[in-house]
């Protein structure tokens, strides 16, 4: 376990792999930690330096009062990165990670070389919609709105699997703070115009059962970068690191291949 303070938020992250290896860094949804990526690393190519990180509000990092913006949420990661002295990695982003990739990109070009844009979108869903669900949590808390989460995050043969409640688990165990204001992050983020200016190796990557990001929501951001690169995994939800983890790993492996980062 490794806490770091920065600018007085206590921040849990970990690092794996080779510590002189070239640097990927990985960056949760709504409502997971950092063991999101657990069954991924594994298959990944030996020899990179694997860096996770909990989000504001979640797992072990420390939760501040909602709201928040996405522009502080870019800000943590960008200040970790700082602190480990990371330059040039290749960020792997899912949902809200993937947006936050978006903004660190465009804000610290020396820190992100390559990205990883899944499940994710430079616009998700509408404000109307996340404030119904903030209203929800901060009145009934995360576990009122977890079966139809579940829903979203798994398509339908995971949902049938003992695992499901492991699932279940993490998200209703993080903190109210960190999943309202983390929602408030994602309602006001519109990244269309300066994702649209990027100019570095971009993949994404979709579920066809994704409720929350489908698949044509995911490609539509993809297609603002120039010479992107877009993946579908067929029978995934919105987490297909969790369902499809070989799946998963098979299609970053040749993205880090082909950008010259293994």
Request: charged residues 25%; negative net charge.
């Amino acid at each position: 376990m490794r806490i770091v303070d920065l600018d007085g938020l206590s921040v849990h992250y970990r690092v794996d792999g080779d510590p002189d290896g070239a640097p990927v860094v990985f960056a949760n949804s709504l409502g997971t930690d950092l063991r999101l990526w657990d069954a991924v690393l594994p298959l990944l190519p030996k020899g990179l330096k694997f860096i996770r990180y909990d989000k504001r509000g979640h797992g072990l990092t420390q939760a501040t009062a909602q709201p928040y913006s996405m522009g502080t949420l870019v800000r943590d990661a960008e200040q970790l990165l700082d602190h480990l002295e990371v330059r040039d990695a290749l960020f792997v982003g899912l949902s809200i990670g993937g947006m936050i990739g978006q903004g660190l990109a465009v804000k610290r070009m020396d820190q992100v070389r390559a990205l990883v844009i899944s499940n994710s979108a430079a616009k998700i869903g509408v404000a109307s919609m996340w404030q119904d669900r903030i209203d929800a949590v901060n009145r009934d808390g995360i576990e009122s709105l977890a079966d139809a989460v579940m829903e979203r995050w798994f398509g339908r043969a995971f949902r049938d699997t003992p695992e499901l409640a492991a699932w279940r688990t993490m998200l209703i165990r993080q903190s109210v703070d960190g999943y309202a204001g983390c929602s408030a992050a994602i309602s006001g983020t519109d990244f269309y115009t300066p994702t649209s200016g990027l100019r570095l190796p971009v993949l994404g990557i979709a579920g066809s059962e994704d409720g929350s990001t489908p698949p044509d929501l995911v490609r539509e951001t993809i297609d603002l970068v120039p010479g992107s690169k877009f993946e579908l995994i067929r029978g995934a939800g919105h987490l297909p690191c969790v369902e499809k983890p070989e799946d998963y790993a098979r299609i970053l492996t040749t993205f880090i291949k082909e950008t010259g980062h293994a």
